[in-house]
């Protein structure tokens, strides 16, 4: 079982480092800089890069740390229990904005790429909050 979990780990680590990685690609797909150039306030363009870059760098951050220790996740302590808790709920949550916040019709009508593209992303997501899960529910 802890190889079959080492190796989701893994994968959901790599996961995350891809999406980080790509992020600067669906921010020019999206048209995301020429939106934020549009608000009124440059403080609010300006919390707008940032709040987006501290996203990028934690989907890194969360990847690399998964990738570097996961053997330590099944230590069964409480700060590998905590850790995959988080991530568990980080990207639990990232799904459900997804699924019942973020309204996509228009843009994914727009383009099969982005329809599918969403689904990928929710998929990834998706695999993300159940592999943490799967780690938590094993250390307790």
Known sequence: MEQLLTYLLVVAGVGQIF???????VRDILG????IARMRHPW???IAHT?????QGLNFAFGLL???????FFEANALA????????????GRLAVALFYYNTEAITRRRRLFR????SFNALFLY?????????WINL
Do not use: P
């Open 66 to 72: 998964t990738l570097l220790f996961t053997k330590a």
């Open 116 to 119: 599918y593209g969403g689904w």
């Open 128 to 136: 993300l909050a159940m592999t943490y899960a799967g780690v938590a």
């Open 44 to 46: 609010n363009r300006q």
């Open 51 to 55: 709040y987006s870059r501290y996203i």
């Open 32 to 35: 995301w800089d020429e939106d």
């Open 19 to 25: 999406i980080a990685l790509i992020y600067n690609w």
């Open 81 to 92: 229990t905590a850790l995959a808790v988080l991530l568990s709920l980080y990207w639990g």
